[in-house]
């Protein structure tokens, strides 16, 4: 018997604006293009509960194949982006 599986990921993303833009405040016009400046930051955890797919067999012991590294090896993965134009 094959357990239910749900993994859990999310991504937050932030965009930087250049200096320019915040000392003018928010009336201002983005400018549009490769020199608009600023930047994005984005933080994302992939499986955040480290949950993996488990199988059992009729007897109740594990199912070969299904250990805790066979078929997710890695787990939870957390990246850090930082993009800019140049």
Not at 2 to 7: K, L
Not at 33 to 46: D, F, K, M, W
Not at 56 to 68: E, I, M, Q, S, V
Request: glycine residues 16%; aromatic residues 6%.
């Amino acid at each position: 018997m094959v357990d239910g599986f749900a993994a859990v990921d999310f991504r937050l993303g932030v965009i930087l604006l250049p200096s320019e833009l915040r000392a003018q405040g928010s009336t201002a016009a983005p400018r549009s293009g490769r020199l608009a400046g600023g930047g994005q930051i984005t933080v994302e955890v992939q499986n955040a509960f480290d949950t993996r797919p488990e199988a059992r067999l009729g007897d109740g012991r594990p199912a070969p194949g299904y250990g805790r590294d066979d078929h997710d090896p890695i787990g939870r993965q957390v990246g850090i982006q930082f993009a800019k134009r140049f």
